[in-house]
């Protein structure tokens, strides 16, 4: 709310509640009075913003000596996506002045101008209280208002989109919020649970948990990014379970980092987009062998220990490469991990290996 002397007075209340205003409001009223002062209600707005799908409850707030003030008085209908309409809408309208001066033979220069100083700022206002519930459909939308720009800008010598913000050293007006996407949970020690519904209809291209209390991760929790999330890390955090059976609807995920964590099992990974898959330093005592896809994956890591059993086989495999095999032997030789392999015999063995496949020797491992 704003008073005469410029009181701000901020409350967050769940949508079917009445904010708790009005004792604070008799009670700056009691002040004003007492500093011989007296509201004026023409100076004074009540605002109420709403993300949710229903409307809040509305509610009346007195001010003696006035008409009663109600709220809200408009924003009640802040949504994404009509909010983003109205951006776009707003900044397509600015695009005429652009035709305009192009037509008359601006200079590129004044044209880039216009566009950063007159066009961007319409599209860039507010963007922290949206840019990270964007969604790829809206981003475009946003996208192609710059790309009608740069056509304007570079006339017959534009080619692509790619190539006019190499030509007029810009970048895409997306990138620029992606760092506002991202969601950190890191030193927590209150939360265990992200649970059901807890980001709404909010997507991140990042989720990253270090160091905090979380348990457990809600399958609806990353449901509203499935479109979006390309890295998801949880580390140091002692993590009993993940939501395994919802990778292949993360069409983005490309890393996957659950390190230092209290997992005991990882089910079959199913995965076209994940490229990165990072499992060491957890309690893992099963890895169920069959129903695996990820046809990407570049990056395997499940930080073995001593008594790792690893199976390789019925894959691919046309060479031992020493850099990779030797350290995952070294480790398993220590205890009683095993390393299979059926299925390769077949394959030209390197010479460091040779001894390797000799089961009275425990020196690099059992295979």
């Not at 002062?37 to 509305?58: D, E, V, W, Y």
């Not at 003030?69 to 924003?75: E, L």
């Not at 720009?149 to 017959?156: E, K, M, P, Q, V």
């Not at 991760?217 to 955090?237: C, G, R, W």
């Amino acid at each position: 709310m704003k008073y005469a002397d410029a009181k701000t007075i901020t409350v967050a209340h769940p949508n079917n509640s009445i904010p708790d205003l009005q004792p604070a409001l008799l009670q700056q009223e009691e002040w004003t009075h007492a500093n011989n002062m007296k509201l004026n209600k023409n100076k004074s707005t009540a605002i109420q913003f709403c993300f949710t799908m229903s409307l809040p409850i509305h509610h009346t707030l007195h001010i003696t000596g006035e008409r009663d003030m109600h709220s809200p008085f408009g924003y009640d209908d802040l949504h994404r996506n009509a909010n983003i309409k109205a951006i776009v809408a707003n900044a397509s309208r600015r695009l005429l002045i652009l035709e305009i001066l192009q037509s008359f033979g601006a200079p590129r220069g004044d044209l880039l101008a216009v566009w950063s100083s007159y066009i961007v700022p319409v599209i860039k206002y507010a963007s922290p209280a949206w840019s990270n519930s964007l969604t790829t459909n809206l981003a475009n939308s946003i996208g192609l208002v710059q790309k009608r720009a740069f056509r304007l800008i570079l006339g017959s010598e534009f080619t692509s989109y790619k190539e006019a913000l190499s030509t007029l050293q810009l970048s895409y007006l997306v990138e620029k919020r992606k760092k506002l996407t991202q969601f950190a949970l890191i030193d927590n020690t209150g939360v265990q649970e992200l649970p059901e519904g807890v980001f709404k209809d909010l997507s991140f291209l990042e989720i990253w948990v270090n160091s905090t209390a979380l348990k457990r991760i809600h399958t609806s929790a990353l449901y509203p990014s499935k479109d979006t999330i390309e890295t998801l890390n949880v580390i140091f955090s002692p993590l009993q379970d993940f939501p395994f059976h919802l990778l292949p609807h993360l069409s983005r995920l490309k890393e996957l980092t659950l390190w230092n964590t209290s997992l005991t099992q990882v089910t079959p990974i199913q995965s076209e987009s994940l490229e990165v898959l990072r499992l060491g330093f957890n309690s893992i005592e099963m890895v169920e062998e069959n129903g695996w896809s990820t046809p990407n994956l570049r990056e395997l890591n499940f930080g073995l220990t001593p008594d790792t059993t690893v199976k390789l086989g019925y894959n691919r495999i046309t060479n031992l490469v020493e850099e990779i095999f030797r350290p995952l032997l070294e480790v398993i030789s220590q205890g009683d991990g095993v390393l299979y392999l059926e299925d390769v015999r077949s394959v030209l063995l390197p010479s460091w290996s040779q001894h390797s496949w000799d089961p009275s020797r425990t020196d690099f491992g059992h295979v």
